[in-house]
């Protein structure tokens, strides 16, 4: 891997191709571990989840452009007293091979650093998410939430 990965702070012209990516992420992450398709939080294949991500006061998202191409992007809220919570991480399926997840938590984790506690939630079927949470970036599972639309989740904690 001999190319660079820049983390820019997201602009509304980047919200079509992060949908895009989002949409092709969120799809492949459900279709492998569910008889379903299609699936994904509200909003992540219309525009609307990534727009209010970054336009959230105590967010702060940015794409991941690795080379020349925006692969992905990330959001991170910041919370009174140190704590943080990784609110999304998606990365575009095709450079999945490089490990640019892995790579990706360890410059945010450098980013925040004085974090005395990370927190992420994600959906209780995605097993290879469950793994890279706690076997690569060192997240332990803490509670599964049940959500109004019957929808379950895990929730990790650093």
Not at 93 to 122: C, M, Q
Request: hydrophobic share 30%.
């Amino acid at each position: 891997m001999d190319k660079k990965i820049v983390y820019l702070k997201i602009s509304p012209s980047d919200y079509e191709i992060l949908t895009k990516i989002m949409t092709l992420a969120f799809n492949e992450d459900t279709s492998m571990h569910t008889d379903l398709k299609e699936d994904g939080p509200t909003g992540y294949n219309d525009g609307s989840l990534i727009k209010w991500l970054n336009e959230q006061e105590n967010f702060e998202s940015y794409k991941i452009v690795y080379g020349d191409k925006t692969i992905g992007a990330y959001t991170v809220e910041i919370k009174p007293n140190n704590e943080y919570s990784l609110e999304m991480l998606f990365i575009n399926p095709e450079y999945r091979k490089y490990n640019l997840g892995s790579i990706v938590w360890k410059y945010i984790e450098e980013k925040y650093k004085d974090a005395k506690k990370w927190t992420v939630e994600t959906p209780d079927y995605s097993k290879r998410n469950h793994h890279f949470y706690t076997k690569k970036c060192g997240f332990v599972f803490q509670r599964e939430n049940i959500h109004d639309n019957g929808s379950k989740s895990f929730v990790f904690e650093k």
